[in-house]
């Protein structure tokens, strides 16, 4: 179900300290149904030994041209069979070797056969990774077509500062995914909502709701995969800024409608996925509530139903809600889609830990403006956007 379900994809490894790194992310590949093969140089095997990646990948590990006496061209094989080609940790030496076409092991060998795409994730001293021979060989590979991941900024195993350490797994399987997504949303313009909005009830407390934010960010990294730009406007997470998003932090529903009336002008998709507060308490106290009576009340005033005036204001824009419902998905959801002039709306039920708020999967269904209906099965988040995406691409070619 997810983009690279079955694809293969060929994990080199050359010798740094972040080999340990590697070996999560070949379970997050593994996670996501990709058929992982693993190649290591003599020393990345020196940090991380073989047999972990070989029984994470369920597949034998290639450390050797001529390992075990195995006659078999393992590495040509491979490079043919790729559909991608990540290099993490790649270290200073490898990236030398792989610009100058030098080919004197297994990795480098087989890096001189590849014709897939090839993420390359640099690793090393900062000192190193700064030096013009290393930045030299980084920009022939670029210029060969590589896609150079940029390092992250931090301490270094080294005892240094600066860039030098390999991207955490969950980036690198991010542009990984971005590297072998079609670009069905270039040129197009994405906004999403995402997680819960807070309304203050003082300084210290506020009226919100259980929504992580997983499913819109889920969304906005999906959109920016497939090479739209997408401008995040988030609630409170706890989420880390999707890749290369533009990411607007809000607290309250009106903060929330502000920023989404300033977007929507140039906007071409706009997806609200947030779990906004219907009211907001009428006069929020300047100073904390000290508890001296047993009881009070709370005045609520009602907040801009932000989506319906979207629905009003919308002009070509396809205009995606969500339905969370606890009875009557179908009858609530419909009404939904009618009430605010949507093209799709996608209800679910919440309860379950399978489903909704602070969940990794979602069982949704898409209700579109035409009456057809789909339920989907139990499926991560990041798959159930790619699917939404989809529904939103034909719309978009059936409506030009
Ligand atoms: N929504 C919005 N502004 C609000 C309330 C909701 O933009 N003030 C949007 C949500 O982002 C979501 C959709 O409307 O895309 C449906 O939200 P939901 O909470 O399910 O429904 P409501 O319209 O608030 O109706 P009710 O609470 O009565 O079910």
């Given at each position: 179900?997810?983009?690279?379900?079955d694809?293969?994809?060929?994990?080199c490894?050359?010798g740094?300290i972040?080999?340990?790194k590697s070996v999560?992310?070949?379970r997050l590949?593994?996670?996501q149904?990709?058929?992982?093969?693993?190649?290591?140089?003599?020393?990345a095997a020196?940090?991380?030994g073989?047999l972990?990646?070989?029984a994470?990948?369920g597949?034998?590990v290639?450390?050797?041209?001529?390992?075990?006496?195995?006659p078999?061209?393992?590495?040509?094989?491979?490079a043919?069979?790729a559909?991608?080609?990540?290099?993490a940790?790649?270290t200073?030496?490898?990236?030398g070797?792989?610009?100058?076409r030098?080919?004197?092991?297994?990795?480098?060998?087989?890096?001189l056969?590849v014709?897939?795409?090839?993420?390359?994730?640099?690793?090393?001293?900062?000192?190193m990774y700064?030096?013009k021979?290393?930045?030299?060989n980084?920009?022939?590979l670029?210029?060969?077509?590589?896609f150079?991941?940029?390092?992250?900024?931090?301490?270094?195993?080294?005892?240094t500062a600066g860039?030098g350490?390999?991207?955490?797994?969950?980036?690198?399987?991010?542009r990984?995914?971005s590297?072998?997504t079609p670009?069905?949303l270039?040129?197009?313009?994405v906004?999403v909502?995402?997680g819960?909005?807070?309304?203050p009830i003082?300084?210290v407390r506020?009226i919100?709701n259980?929504?992580?934010?997983?499913?819109g960010?889920?969304i906005?990294?999906a959109?920016?995969?497939?090479g739209?730009?997408?401008?995040?406007?988030?609630?409170?997470t706890?989420?880390?800024?999707?890749?290369?998003?533009?990411?607007?932090?809000v607290?309250?529903?009106?903060e929330?409608a502000d920023?989404?009336?300033?977007q929507?002008?140039?906007s071409d998709?706009i997806?609200k996925?947030?779990a906004v507060s219907?009211?907001?308490?009428k006069?929020?106290?300047k100073?904390?509530?000290?508890?001296?009576?047993?009881?009070i009340?709370?005045?609520?005033?009602?907040?801009q139903?932000?989506l319906?005036?979207?629905?009003k204001?919308?002009k070509d824009?396809v205009l995606?809600?969500?339905?969370?419902?606890?009875?009557d998905l179908?009858?609530?959801?419909?009404?939904?889609l009618?009430e605010?002039n949507?093209?799709?709306?996608v209800?679910?039920?919440?309860?379950?830990?399978?489903?909704?708020?602070?969940?990794?999967t979602n069982?949704?269904a898409?209700?579109?403006?035409?009456?057809?209906?789909?339920?989907?099965?139990?499926?991560?988040k990041?798959?159930v956007?790619?699917?939404l995406?989809?529904?939103?691409?034909?719309?978009l070619?059936?409506s030009?």
């Open positions: 179900m997810t983009v690279i379900a694809k293969n994809v060929v994990l490894v050359s740094g972040a080999v340990y999560e992310l070949l590949l593994k996670k149904g990709a058929n992982v093969r693993v190649i290591m140089t003599k020393n020196s940090f991380v073989s972990t990646f070989e994470l990948s597949q034998p290639c450390t050797g041209l001529f390992e075990n006496n195995d078999s061209i393992r590495h040509i094989e491979w043919q069979e559909d991608v080609v990540v290099v940790p790649a200073a030496n490898i990236v070797k792989f610009a100058n030098i080919a004197d092991d297994a990795l480098s060998t087989f890096m056969a014709t897939s795409q090839v993420i390359l994730c640099p690793s090393m001293n900062v000192n700064k030096s021979p290393v930045q030299r980084l920009e022939i670029r210029e060969d077509g590589y150079i991941m940029s390092p992250e900024s931090g301490e270094l195993a080294c005892g860039p350490r390999l991207p955490e797994p969950e980036d690198i399987l991010d990984l995914i590297c072998i670009k069905d270039r040129n197009k313009t906004i909502t995402a819960p909005t807070r309304e003082d300084p506020f919100s259980p929504s992580s934010g997983k499913m960010y889920s906005a990294r959109a920016e995969q497939r739209a730009d997408v401008v995040l406007i988030t609630g409170p706890n989420l880390p800024d999707p890749l290369n998003v533009s990411v607007v932090r607290q309250t529903a009106g929330m920023a989404v009336f300033e929507m002008k140039v998709i997806i996925t947030a219907d009211y907001r308490p006069d929020p106290e100073h904390k509530i000290k508890k001296q009576k047993d009881e009340t709370l005045n609520l005033l009602k907040n139903d932000i319906k005036e979207l629905g204001r919308k824009q995606v809600g969500f339905a969370a419902e606890t009875q179908e009858e609530n959801a419909v009404k939904k009618r605010k949507l093209d799709i709306i209800g679910n039920l919440i309860g379950g830990s399978a489903s909704g708020f602070g969940s990794d069982t949704v898409l209700f579109h403006k035409d009456g057809s209906r789909e339920s989907l099965p139990t499926m991560e990041d798959a956007a790619h699917i995406l989809n529904r939103i691409v034909t719309y070619k059936n030009m």
